[in-house]
């Protein structure tokens, strides 16, 4: 069992920065790959950000690519989402999930994440 925590959310205005944080605990961090998805009002969970266990590779939506850098600190058993020059179309409630299988984790598939935290709101206003 894994319990994610996520921070840092709030409101910002356009071009702004926010930097969210979670916190995992529980088994072992560095065997997770991790995931950020958003969901906003009206639409589907939706694919933000994800990097491999050792973090040598990252990937992400085109939406946010350019201005989002996800992190790992295995150390702490952290990943962050450092978002830059966001726009009101980043407004979402922000998720943490952890994948627990090398062998067939798609890094954009909400369904290859066995673990999700509760969420953090990031709103950005015009």
């Known amino acids: 069992q894994v319990q994610l925590v996520e921070s840092g959310g709030g409101l910002v205005q356009a071009g702004g920065s926010l930097r969210l944080s979670c916190a995992a605990s529980g088994r072992t961090f560095s065997a997770y790959a991790m995931g950020w998805f958003r969901q906003a009002p009206g639409k589907d969970r939706e694919f933000v950000a994800a990097i491999r266990w050792n973090g040598g590779d990252t990937f992400y939506a085109d939406s946010v690519k350019g201005r989002f850098t996800i992190s790992r600190d295995n150390a702490e058993s952290t990943v962050d989402l450092q978002m830059n020059s966001l726009k009101p179309e980043d407004t979402a409630v922000y998720y943490c999930?952890?994948?627990?299988?090398?062998?067939?984790?798609?890094?954009?598939?909400?369904?290859?994440?066995?673990?999700w935290g509760q969420g953090t709101q990031v709103t950005v206003s015009f």
């Open positions: 999930a952890a994948a627990g299988n090398p062998g067939t984790w798609r890094y954009s598939m909400s369904n290859d994440y066995e673990y």
